[in-house]
């Protein structure tokens, strides 16, 4: 979050262990709560939006599947390639 941006405070019930289980991972990253709750929400966020651009990159290739021929020449090509990577 940008410096100086308001902040608002919002109240959510937490249960009794799952609030331990913050307080302790916040003081072993050495992070407040509200940091550690803030960048979880974030990552829960990203996490929804990734599925969501997954859940529609499918649906795509459903409705307009691949042509064989090109998903064929494209993993000759990627296992060309891929033979010459460092792993």
């Known amino acids: 979050m940008a410096k100086g ?10 249960e009794d262990e799952l609030l ?8 072993v990253v050495a992070e407040s709560r509200a940091a550690f709750i ?3 929400c974030k990552q829960r966020l990203k996490s929804l939006e990734t599925k969501e651009l997954d859940r ?3 649906e795509g290739y459903r409705k307009k599947p691949e042509e064989l ?3 064929e020449t494209s993993a000759k ?3 060309k390639r891929l ?3 460092k792993w």
């Open 56 to 58: 529609r990159y499918m």
């Open 5 to 14: 941006r308001a902040k608002k405070i919002v109240q959510v019930p937490i």
């Open 20 to 27: 331990e289980q913050i307080d302790t991972t916040a003081g």
């Open 69 to 71: 021929d090109w998903a």
């Open 38 to 40: 803030r960048e979880a």
């Open 77 to 79: 090509l990627l296992a």
């Open 83 to 85: 033979a010459k990577e």
